[in-house]
């Protein structure tokens, strides 16, 4: 039960939102899409050469880059 | 006349059922306080004419990005009488808390479930009637899609309509925009009662093609693959068409238009017949290619495959100073640059915004294509024409890329941004249909506006004085090319094509028209004087000289509207003129000296 940040995991992990440390703009706009502080969620792929990640929160497959998902940290699924 | 709004997320298919409940009757109004271009359109609702007014989508009334803040402005500034809320079914635990949200604004409401069809295919379970309570407001099943639902929604609206609720004033509204964490509470209460969705999920169509679509190493592979078979039926496809629309146009001139105009005088028959029908026949004939074109893009467009690309290509974009988004509007560019254009009001950070608009007016679009299909059908062997087009694509892309990278340099940014990977879609036939009769009317439209002028002003510059020889360096047209000559020479361009590539600033296609025009033939004569007049250098470095050189004036009246900067504007019509000068430049005087 490790706390990460988001853009560490490879595919096929999967997590629990812990708190998204970005700006508030941004921040918003990945609330509206179901990316909130408790939710789960499961990276399902990366893009090859430090591309983005596509993460899944419930029935929305979303792309986020890799630096982005930094700011979003996690605590890791048994 | 009262006003229906309609709103919703983006990827609801909000769209589609906005064609579908006006008939696609819709004309881009002008909103006092909105400055950008909205679609609207007047329907006949029970006994009463309604406005509706499709507005873009938005995830909340945050206004995080420039449309949304467009939703806000609109709602706050012009009165609305109801509010569709299009939501998409299978992602109702996302979509609620906006519907929540909207019912804040107290205005008389329909909530509209769309895709009711995919999210019972998913297995999911929605209590329709327990939402419509927990919301207040009639909530009703529906696919835009394939019209399902269609009736009782467009009852409810005119019933939602018909409530004399009082119009909240402004201020009122205003306060009501306010900020909502309780709402993610209220949704969540109100999912837990009326949603089921089953624990697994099934392993869909989506996910098999994604593991094969965005696979690290054969992804990128099946992308280009993807584009040139989709170039390939284009032209396997167009060429039959396109001969056949020349043959009726050819049909038209010698059993109609000559019997019928012979008796007018020598120079009005020239202008009418020579000039204005032999130019916008020439630019008409490659009408079906252009909307097969536009079919293979909707197509594309469509089925959710464009954020895959954005996926695909973002490490690349990334390096450019760019981002995947980016790299798709360029990909949209190739139909039209000025959607493309207005497709960039997603992105919130203006450096990103104005390079990612600086780079779209060098995408190959459609108008452009006209011209190079003729040029190397006329200039190459058949077997050769297809690599000569490809390498232009080639020349727009690394144009695009060089410019990004340079204005990257100049003025580097960042902005975090997510992108929704949709579930993929097949569009209906009714859809493609509609598609297909938009880019032809779209085309009338500028046929009328712009193709007719302008091949008819070439036609008087090529042809005035009247003493002169027509097309001789005498006229007008000539006397201008001259002109122009210091500069044109070193590309290898011919001084009487400078008149043509004045008018192309207008219009691209008028590129073509005014050829016909210069030349004095149209249909295959055409194209074998075309090939007496210029060398296969010659002619590439003229099409990578139109490819670059100023955008359209469409182009560079969006440019000037969308960023309000005289600045950039001029920036970005002089800097493709300087790229499209050197890279021309470099290329004749290269092959040449290689003696080409």
Same mark, same amino acid.
């Given at each position: 039960m ?9 595919? &096929? ?24 502080? &408790? ?10 050469? &430090?591309?983005p990640?596509?993460?899944?929160? &419930? ?6 880059r ?11 699924s048994? | 006349?009262k ?8 990827? !609801? ?15 881009v109004?002008?909103?006092p ?17 309604? +406005? ?15 449309? +949304? ?10 009165p609305?009488?109801a ?8 992602? #109702? ?32 379970? /929605? ?13 009703? %099943?529906v =696919?835009?899609?394939?019209?399902? @639902? ?21 201020? +009122? ?5 306010g ?16 949603v ?7 392993p ?22 993807a ?23 050819? @049909?038209i ?31 008409? =004939? ?8 536009f079919?293979?893009?909707?197509? /594309? ?7 895959? /690309? $954005? ?6 974009? =990334? ?19 000025v959607?493309?254009?207005?497709? !960039?009001?997603?992105m ?11 780079? #779209? ?24 024409a ?23 340099r ?25 598609? =297909?009769?938009? +880019? ?7 046929? !009328?506006?712009?193709?007719? #002028?302008?091949?008819?002003?070439v ?32 590309l ?26 210069l ?49 950039? !504007?001029?920036?970005?019509?002089v800097?493709?003129?300087?790229? %499209?000068?050197? $890279? ?13």
């Amino acid at each position: 039960m490790s706390v990460v940040t988001l853009d560490t995991l490879s595919p &096929g992990h999967e997590a629990t939102i812990e708190s998204l440390d970005l700006d508030a703009g941004f921040r918003q706009r990945l609330q509206a899409l179901g990316l909130r502080c &408790g939710r789960p969620l499961s990276v399902e792929r990366q893009a090859a050469l &430090g591309g983005p990640l596509v993460v899944r929160v &419930g029935p929305v497959q979303l792309m986020l880059r890799r630096c982005d998902a930094h700011g979003i940290t996690v605590r890791l699924s048994a | 006349m009262k006003r229906l709004a309609l709103v919703g997320m983006p990827n !609801t298919g909000k769209s589609t059922f906005f064609n579908r409940l006006t008939g696609a009757s819709a004309r881009v109004g002008n909103w006092p306080g909105v400055t950008v271009d909205l679609y609207a359109a007047k329907i006949l609702l029970g006994e009463s004419m309604v +406005e509706v007014v499709d507005l873009p989508g938005l995830y909340d009334l945050h206004g995080y990005s420039g449309d +949304e803040q467009v939703v806000r402005r609109f709602l706050e500034s012009q009165p609305v009488d109801a509010l569709a809320v299009v939501l998409n079914a299978g992602q #109702i635990e996302h979509q609620l808390p906006l519907a929540l949200q909207l019912t804040h604004l107290g205005l008389p409401l329909v909530v509209l479930l769309n895709m009711s069809d995919e999210a019972r295919a998913m297995g999911l379970s /929605i209590d329709a009637e327990g939402l419509a309570a927990g919301l207040g407001c009639r909530v009703i %099943a529906v =696919s835009a899609k394939y019209g399902h @639902g269609y009736g009782v929604a467009r009852e409810a609206l005119r019933e939602a309509l018909a409530n004399p609720a009082p119009r909240p004033s402004l201020e +009122e509204l205003h306060s009501r925009l306010g900020g909502d964490d309780a709402v993610v509470e209220q949704a969540d209460a109100l999912l837990a009662d009326t949603v089921v969705r089953p624990r697994q999920m099934a392993p869909n169509l989506s996910a098999r093609i994604d593991r094969l679509a965005l696979h690290p190493l054969w992804g990128i592979p099946l992308f280009i693959a993807a584009l040139l078979g989709m170039f390939q039926l284009v032209y396997t496809l167009g060429a039959p068409l396109q001969d056949a629309v020349a043959w009726c146009l050819d @049909g038209i001139r010698t059993l109609l238009l000559e019997p019928l105009a012979g008796w007018l005088p020598a120079p009005l028959y020239g202008l009418l017949v020579e000039g204005a029908w032999d130019g916008l026949a020439t630019v008409a =004939s490659f009408v079906p290619v252009i909307v097969l074109f536009f079919l293979a893009m909707a197509l /594309i467009e469509d089925s959710g495959y464009l954020s895959r /690309i $954005a996926f695909l290509t973002d490490a690349l974009m =990334s390096r450019l100073g760019l981002d995947g988004r980016g790299f798709v509007m360029l990909l949209m560019g190739f139909g039209c640059n000025v959607p493309a254009l207005m497709g !960039t009001r997603v992105m919130r950070e203006r450096r990103l915004r104005w390079l990612t608009m600086l780079i #779209i007016p060098l995408s190959l679009c459609s108008a452009r294509l006209q011209v190079f299909v003729f040029l190397t059908t006329a200039l190459f062997t058949p077997h050769q024409a297809p690599w000569v087009l490809a390498a232009l694509y080639l020349v727009s892309f690394v144009a695009a890329f060089v410019t990004a990278w340079l204005g990257g340099r100049v003025a580097p940014c960042h902005e975090p941004f997510v992108l929704e990977l949709p579930p993929y879609r097949l569009p209906t036939l009714r859809q493609i249909a509609l598609r =297909s009769w938009q +880019e032809v009317h779209h085309f009338l439209m500028r046929a !009328t506006r712009f193709i007719v #002028i302008g091949v008819t002003l070439v036609w008087v510059l090529t042809h005035y004085p009247h003493d002169a020889v027509a097309g001789g360096p005498a006229t007008l047209a000539g006397m201008f090319g001259q002109w122009m000559e210091p500069l044109l020479a070193p590309l290898g361009i011919d001084q009487t094509m400078a008149v043509v590539l004045l008018f192309g600033f207008v219009a691209k296609e008028i590129v073509l028209g005014a050829l016909a025009v210069l030349v004095g033939a149209d249909g295959d004569a055409l194209t074998q004087l075309v090939g007496t007049r210029m060398d296969a250098v010659q002619g590439f470095s003229l099409m990578l000289f139109v490819l670059l050189y100023t955008p359209c004036l469409s182009t560079v009246a969006t440019l000037k509207s969308e960023t309000r900067s005289l600045a950039f !504007t001029t920036v970005a019509v002089v800097w493709p003129l300087l790229l %499209a000068w050197g $890279a021309s430049f470099a290329f004749y005087q290269g092959a040449r000296l290689l003696g080409f």
